[in-house]
């Protein structure tokens, strides 16, 4: 899927469903700190935290570390 229409779809699902009240809401991205997670960001700004879910591989800590690096920058960004 083009990251054009990601995007779009990230969008419509959070802007355009009729979620009601919610007190969580799970999202699963591919690993990374690509444009999913910065638009999700920007699209919930009330946003509390994030989960990060990992399997133990030193590969998958690299991943994670920068998640959590970009995580952090974000809020800081946002707030």
Not at 9 to 25: K, M, N, T
Not at 43 to 53: L, N
């Amino acid at each position: 899927m083009a990251l054009t229409l990601k995007i779009k779809a990230i969008q419509h699902f959070i802007s355009e469903v009729a979620w009601g009240v919610l007190d969580y809401l799970f999202i699963e991205l591919p690993p990374g700190t690509g444009d999913e997670p910065l638009s999700i960001m920007h699209h919930i700004p009330d946003m509390d935290g994030v989960i990060i879910v990992t399997m133990p591989s030193e590969l998958s800590e690299a991943v994670v570390k920068k998640s959590v690096v970009f995580a952090k920058e974000m809020f800081q960004l946002l707030v």
